[in-house]
C-alpha cells in the first residue's frame, strides 16, 4: 500500500507534517506490505495549476497512491480523491509523518468525513 502525507520538509519520516495537503511544499509517499514501511520518498508538490484542485488529485493519483493522510482538505478535492479511488485519512495531531504512519499502521486514524472537509458547513 503506498500512502501520501503532505508535509513541510523533505524529511522523510521525519519530516513535520504540513497543515494542508494544497499548500505543503512536500509529499512523503510511503511503501507499507505487511505492516511495516518498506520505502520513503520525499516529492515536491508541484502545486496547483491555475488555482484548480483537479491538478492537485492528478499530482497525488500520478504517485500511485492508495491512501492520502491530511490534518485539512477542501471539499471537492475531498470528492476528487473519492472518485479516484484514494481513501482520504484525518489526522491533526501527529507532528510528523513516522507517528501519523505508526497510527495508520495500527489503524488508530480513520476516514475523513466529508463534513469535516474545509469550507463545508
Known amino acids: 500500500m503506498r500512502v501520501v502525507i503532505p508535509t513541510s520538509t523533505p524529511d522523510g519520516l ?51 497512491t492508495d491512501a492520502l493522510i491530511v490534518a485539512g482538505i477542501g471539499g471537492r478535492p475531498l470528492e476528487g480523491f473519492k472518485q479516484v479511488g484514494i481513501k482520504v485519512y484525518f489526522d491533526n495531531v501527529s507532528p510528523t509523518v513516522e507517528e501519523a504512519i505508526d497510527k495508520f499502521i495500527k489503524g488508530e486514524i480513520e476516514e475523513i468525513r466529508p463534513e469535516n472537509a474545509c469550507g463545508v458547513h
Not at 35 to 45: I, S, T
Open 14 to 64: 521525519l519530516a513535520k507534517r504540513g497543515a494542508h495537503f494544497g499548500k505543503a511544499p512536500f509529499y512523503i509517499v510511503v511503501d507499507i506490505e505487511d505492516g511495516e514501511v518498506k520505502e520513503v520518498n520525499a516529492v515536491q508538490n508541484p502545486g496547483h495549476a491555475g488555482g484548480a484542485c483537479g491538478n492537485a488529485v492528478s499530482n497525488i493519483q500520478s504517485l500511485g
